[in-house]
């Protein structure tokens, strides 16, 4: 699912943390060398672990993936969330219309709601991939129960008939150590995405075929929901009435569609 409102509120803490930032520049002109440099060392761990936790795509080390290699040139990657739902069946349509391939995140409990649907992703050639059991989030569990969630969405899908590719979404992209350990050590990538458009808040399709294609550029990762949470009968009419619309734009402007996996 998007989070808008946490989008605004991780830009109030990035002014805040500017202001607070020069405030302290100013004091410091008093303060001895020794001590400055342990404030800012400790000021800028501090950002960088609420950052890491945060912020989806944001980690120091280039463990998270959130967009596509350089080559081939003019790609890009559509991605879903939150699914498979009843809808779902018609966003297969529109990309069958469209010749696109797209990575599905799926989650387990939504997938034995409709495990004929998630068969028909794979039927269709698109990848699916594990967002988890549940929309459950997990930053704050230990690395055993991410484990346990990741494992547990491996083997429900795999009985379902779709062995999901070793990619791993967390529910609202949120992550820890502990997140990246589980996903390190059952194989998976972790991945984030380079722009969401807050189509589960149900704006005019036509704003969000603007967020989508305004700022377009090669290595996008494009973050879309076929579900919404754990909810049985989600709404995403808005995002099925743009994405025809995505597709030609982004397609008129030379871009090309890959999986995740094929990446
Ligand atoms: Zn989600």
Same mark, same amino acid.
Request: aromatic fraction near 6%; glycine fraction near 6%; hydrophobic fraction near 45%.
């Given at each position: 699912?998007?989070? $808008?409102?946490? %989008?605004?509120?991780?830009?109030?803490? #990035?002014?805040?943390?500017?202001?607070?930032?020069?405030?302290? +520049?100013?004091? !410091?002109?008093? +303060?001895?060398?020794?001590?400055? +440099?342990?404030?800012?060392?400790?000021?800028?761990?501090?950002?960088?672990?609420?950052?890491?936790?945060?912020?989806?795509?944001?980690?120091?080390?280039?463990? #998270?993936?959130?967009?596509?290699?350089?080559?081939?040139?003019?790609? *890009?990657?559509?991605?879903?969330?939150?699914?498979? &739902? %009843?809808?779902?069946?018609? #966003?297969?349509?529109?990309?069958?219309?469209?010749? #696109? $391939?797209?990575?599905?995140?799926? !989650?387990?409990?939504?997938?034995?709601?409709?495990?004929?649907?998630?068969?028909?992703?794979?039927?269709?050639?698109?990848?699916?991939?594990?967002?988890?059991?549940?929309? $459950?989030?997990?930053?704050?569990?230990?690395? %055993?129960?991410?484990?346990?969630?990741?494992?547990?969405?491996?083997?429900?899908?795999?009985?379902?008939?779709?062995?999901?590719?070793?990619?791993?979404?967390?529910?609202?992209?949120? $992550?820890?150590?502990?997140?990246?350990?589980?996903?390190?050590?059952?194989? *998976?990538? !972790?991945?984030?995405?380079?722009?969401? +458009?807050?189509?589960?808040?149900?704006?005019?399709?036509?704003?969000?075929?603007?967020?989508?294609?305004?700022?377009? &550029?090669?290595?996008?990762?494009?973050?879309?929901?076929?579900?919404?949470?754990?909810?049985?009968? =989600?709404?995403?009419?808005?995002?099925? &009435?743009?994405? =025809?619309?995505? !597709?030609?734009?982004?397609?008129?402007?030379?871009?090309?569609?890959?999986?995740?996996?094929?990446?």
């Amino acid at each position: 699912m998007g989070a $808008k409102p946490r %989008a605004w509120v991780n830009r109030g803490l #990035v002014v805040l943390a500017i202001a607070v930032g020069v405030e302290l +520049i100013l004091r !410091l002109a008093t +303060i001895p060398a020794a001590e400055k +440099i342990a404030i800012l060392v400790t000021a800028a761990a501090m950002g960088g672990v609420v950052a890491f936790r945060e912020i989806p795509a944001f980690d120091p080390f280039g463990r #998270v993936h959130w967009r596509l290699p350089r080559r081939p040139e003019r790609a *890009c990657a559509i991605t879903f969330d939150d699914g498979p &739902s %009843a809808s779902t069946r018609r #966003v297969v349509e529109i990309l069958a219309r469209h010749h #696109v $391939k797209a990575t599905f995140f799926v !989650l387990a409990a939504n997938a034995r709601r409709h495990p004929e649907v998630l068969r028909l992703l794979v039927a269709q050639g698109h990848t699916v991939a594990v967002h988890g059991v549940t929309h $459950k989030k997990v930053h704050r569990d230990t690395q %055993a129960s991410v484990e346990r969630e990741l494992s547990t969405a491996i083997a429900e899908l795999s009985a379902l008939g779709a062995p999901p590719a070793r990619l791993y979404r967390p529910p609202h992209g949120l $992550k820890s150590a502990a997140t990246l350990a589980a996903a390190r050590k059952l194989g *998976c990538q !972790l991945w984030a995405w380079s722009r969401g +458009i807050w189509d589960t808040d149900g704006p005019d399709p036509e704003v969000l075929v603007k967020r989508a294609t305004r700022f377009a &550029s090669s290595r996008m990762v494009l973050l879309l929901h076929d579900g919404r949470g754990d909810e049985e009968h =989600p709404d995403i009419e808005p995002m099925l &009435s743009a994405l =025809p619309r995505m !597709l030609d734009r982004l397609s008129a402007d030379g871009f090309t569609f890959l999986t995740l996996d094929r990446a």
